[in-house]
Each structure stands twice: as C-alpha cells, then as structure tokens.
C-alpha cells in the first residue's frame, strides 16, 4: 500500500513543572536524592490519572509529545509505570499493510509501549538479511532477559540505509527482523510474544557518502517491554480516551539498557586504471555495474568527471 508510515506519540506527563524552577545545594549525590523524592511523591499524588480522565492529552505545538493535565478523574485502570502516568510510544495502526484503507474514526489496532526493559541493535552487512557472528553473544542475552520476564514483550524493527527503493527497503527490513525473530524461537522464545514492524527506509538518516552512517542504519532492533494492543481512531489525534481499556499489567522494574554490536566497516584502496570507467569498476568490486553513481559519491572530491577518469588516481571502494 506504498510506502508505510508510522505516527510514533509520546505522551508526557508534565508532572515536575508543579514545582517549578528547583534550586538544590550540596553535591551532586543530594540533588539526585532530592530529585528522586520529589518524582516519588509526584508519582504517589497523581496515581489516580486513569486512561480516560479528562480533558484529553493537548498537542505539544513545539516537541514531538502531547501534554497530559486532567482535572476529571476516570474509571478504567491507569496505564503507564506504577501511576506515574505517561506512554513511552504509541505505533499507531501497526497492522497497515494487512488491512484495507481506513476510514474516518475506523478503530485501528495499535501498539502500546508502556514500558521498555532493555533495547537491543544489532546490525547487518549490505543487501544482506543472516546474522552476523557479532550478534549471536548479544541476542543470547537479550533471550535470557525475556527468559528471566515471562511478562515482557518484544518488538522488532528491521531497518535498511537510503540506497534501493522504499519497497524493496521494507521487504528487506521485513527479512531482518524475521531473522531476529527466528534466532528468538529457537531459542525458546514463544512466537506470541513477538511482534515484527519493518520500518523500512523510514528510520534512515545517514547520507549515502557515509559508510559509518549507514551501517548503523543496517539494523534490527529489539526492545523488551510492556507491549499492550489498544484500538485508537483514524486518523489517532489526541483523542487517546477513546481506546479501549487496557489489561492491567506487570510493570518491570529492571534499569532500562541500550545495547549495540559492533559496527564493521571495511574499505579498501584501488588504483584507477588506464581505460577503466566507473562503470567497469563497479561491475568488477561492486557486482553491479549500474552501482557506478554510488561509487562516484563516495569519491567526488578525486573524480572530477565521472566520464573522464584519470590513470593513476585511487578511489576508496566499500567491502560488503
């Protein structure tokens, strides 16, 4: 249904403006407990705030979140972490691509992330969906966190760099993620506490002259969290009250952790020859002649002319 989108909402609680500007004395080990107090007391005073208390969560015009002040209370349980009540993210209408166009204020399923224990990246060479060596030691210690929280939940996104098309990106993206999922069950992780979102190009930031950049776009992400399905409205807006009620949850309270493998970047050196053109050169390292664009970004500051190139000059090549 062309390129996918995604409206990913944080929804903040401006719980600590009650108190408004802080001033703390002593070192910094006391304001850090005094910071941590105040949020426990805040957390204790607005435990009521129920899902559908009101008014609705306002648009934040100038970030990317949504203000949360209600003054009525509600009836269904509170979501969020211990009452402190916020959302981490919602994917809104996650199933998309399974499901016809919707139509206005249609009931979309969307996903909940209430709470998120570990994140786990682990990256991939190009045009390439198998494992590497590197990340076999890291996704077996994200099974075992899951193993050591049979409540948790696990989301994964497969993500591509800039170079190919958005759908072949997705299906790409899509394989990647499928292949984390795989490593998953096989390992004893039950199917039904996984879910795949391929993000595709979507989340692709880094220029195709930036071979770091984008290896790190090369990815599959797991994040182990406290995942709830919830029915939200097209188009979403900030009529969260509507949802349907959520299932009263096991929050976990293990310290979040961001873990990465380890980004491989290789390149090397070649010596342009005479009667060589890029096109040549890129059939010859690259597999591909029609690559022979992306060989010249890479090396724009020593070819002057893509059409005249100069015996003796050397040019960096990607190894992938």
Same mark, same amino acid.
């Given at each position: 249904?062309?390129?996918?989108?995604?409206?990913?909402?944080?929804?903040?609680?401006?719980?600590?403006?009650?108190?408004?500007?802080?001033?703390?004395?002593?070192?910094?080990?006391?304001?850090?407990?005094?910071?941590?107090?105040?949020?426990?007391?805040?957390?204790?005073?607005?435990?009521?705030?129920?899902?559908?208390?009101?008014?609705?969560?306002?648009?934040?015009?100038?970030?990317?979140?949504?203000?949360?002040?209600?003054?009525? =209370?509600? /009836?269904?349980?509170?979501?969020?972490? $211990? @009452?402190?009540?916020?959302?981490?993210?919602? &994917?809104? !209408?996650?199933?998309?691509?399974?499901?016809?166009?919707?139509?206005?204020?249609?009931?979309?399923?969307?996903?909940?992330?209430?709470?998120?224990?570990?994140?786990?990246?682990?990256?991939?060479?190009?045009?390439?969906?198998?494992?590497?060596?590197?990340?076999?030691?890291?996704?077996?210690?994200?099974?075992?966190?899951?193993?050591?929280?049979?409540?948790?939940?696990?989301?994964?996104?497969?993500?591509?760099?800039?170079?190919?098309?958005?759908?072949?990106?997705?299906?790409?993206?899509?394989?990647?993620?499928?292949?984390?999922?795989?490593?998953?069950?096989?390992?004893?992780? =039950?199917? /039904?506490?996984?879910?795949?979102?391929? $993000? @595709?190009?979507?989340?692709?930031?880094?220029? &195709?002259? !930036?071979?770091?950049?984008?290896?790190?776009?090369?990815?599959?992400?797991?994040?182990?969290?406290?995942?709830?399905?919830?029915?939200?409205?097209?188009?979403?807006?900030?009529?969260?009250?509507?949802?349907?009620?959520?299932?009263?949850?096991?929050?976990?309270?293990?310290?979040?952790?961001?873990?990465?493998?380890?980004?491989?970047?290789?390149?090397?050196?070649?010596?342009?020859?005479?009667?060589?053109?890029?096109?040549?050169?890129?059939?010859?390292?690259?597999?591909?002649?029609?690559?022979?664009?992306?060989?010249?970004?890479?090396?724009?500051?020593?070819?002057?002319?893509?059409?005249?190139?100069?015996?003796?000059?050397?040019?960096?090549?990607?190894?992938?």
């Amino acid at each position: 249904m062309g390129s996918k989108k995604f409206l990913v909402w944080t929804v903040v609680a401006a719980i600590l403006f009650f108190y408004g500007g802080f001033s703390y004395a002593g070192d910094d080990t006391s304001r850090e407990d005094k910071k941590k107090q105040q949020i426990e007391e805040m957390q204790k005073r607005f435990e009521w705030w129920p899902s559908d208390a009101k008014p609705a969560p306002v648009k934040d015009q100038e970030r990317a979140g949504y203000w949360w002040w209600p003054t009525e =209370p509600g /009836e269904k349980r509170p979501w969020g972490n $211990r @009452g402190y009540v916020y959302v981490y993210k919602i &994917i809104f !209408d996650y199933k998309e691509e399974e499901l016809p166009p919707p139509q206005p204020q249609e009931l979309r399923a969307s996903l909940l992330i209430k709470k998120i224990l570990k994140n786990v990246k682990v990256y991939f060479d190009y045009d390439k969906s198998q494992l590497r060596d590197d990340t076999v030691k890291i996704l077996s210690a994200a099974v075992a966190t899951l193993k050591r929280n049979p409540e948790s939940s696990i989301l994964i996104t497969g993500n591509c760099d800039r170079r190919g098309s958005e759908a072949y990106n997705e299906k790409l993206g899509r394989k990647r993620a499928d292949t984390v999922m795989e490593f998953m069950r096989e390992n004893g992780i =039950p199917e /039904e506490r996984i879910r795949i979102i391929s $993000r @595709g190009k979507l989340d692709a930031v880094a220029p &195709i002259t !930036d071979l770091v950049g984008m290896q790190k776009d090369r990815n599959a992400q797991f994040m182990i969290a406290e995942v709830e399905e919830i029915m939200i409205p097209y188009p979403g807006g900030a009529e969260i009250s509507d949802a349907t009620q959520i299932e009263e949850g096991k929050f976990l309270v293990e310290e979040e952790k961001k873990i990465e493998g380890e980004i491989q970047v290789e390149t090397k050196q070649y010596a342009i020859q005479k009667g060589d053109t890029l096109w040549k050169i890129a059939q010859k390292e690259l597999g591909s002649g029609h690559r022979w664009k992306y060989l010249y970004e890479l090396n724009k500051d020593r070819i002057k002319d893509p059409n005249k190139l100069k015996a003796g000059v050397v040019i960096t090549i990607p190894v992938e």
